[in-house]
């Protein structure tokens, strides 16, 4: 088997939510993959997502930390995406996790704002940053069955559908094609 090394799509337009992407084909039991089970793979998108600027300081309980917020994370949005109420637990935890994640950070007074020194603080300060600051409304998840990536929708008109419209775009595209092809060939 041809591994292929992995490459960071950073589409959700905001740091957590493209580490909510981290699994890739969520919907899809059959297909899902979580790229952070592999250390190099965590380095790689700390690295793409501008978290960090050097190599060699993922480590496993980084990775796992990572994992915790992105797993909590994902329960509270992959509902908001699509106009469900979240469960209580998914919240509470939530809560758990912006509670330690603002007890642990400091605060800088010029320019003002919450820090975090390490990459893991930083992470999880996205996540509060994109419950507390962004429109939620703008979040969708990509049309496509299996994909299950989210991404805020940017758009002047609120259009935007597709994690990528080069990816799950094309492909949606391209069955529709497939189908009118076929539905013609047997009329
Ligand atoms: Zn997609």
């Avoid at 637990?89 to 010029?110: F, K, P, Y």
């Amino acid at each position: 088997m041809v591994r292929v090394s992995y490459r960071p799509e950073l589409i959700g337009g905001h740091l957590a939510l493209d580490l909510v992407n981290t699994v890739a084909w969520r919907l899809d039991p059959g297909r899902a993959v979580d790229r952070f089970t592999e250390l190099s793979n965590v380095e790689r998108w700390l690295l793409a997502a501008g978290v960090i600027t050097d190599g060699g300081v993922v480590t496993r309980r980084l990775r796992d930390d990572l994992v915790a917020a992105r797993d909590i994370a994902y329960d509270v949005l992959a509902s908001l995406a699509i106009g469900d109420r979240p469960a209580r637990a998914a919240i509470d935890a939530l809560h758990g996790l912006v509670s330690e994640v603002v007890r642990s950070a400091s605060v800088e007074v010029s320019p003002f704002g919450w820090r975090a020194d390490d990459p893991g603080g930083v992470v999880r300060l996205a996540v509060w940053r994109l419950f507390e600051d962004e429109d939620l409304g703008r979040l969708r998840q990509c049309g496509d069955d299996g994909c299950g990536w989210l991404f805020l929708d940017r758009s002047k008109n609120g259009s935007r559908r597709w994690c990528s419209s080069a990816d799950c775009g094309n492909r949606a595209r391209a069955r529709r094609h497939y189908q009118r092809a076929r539905d013609e060939s047997t009329a």
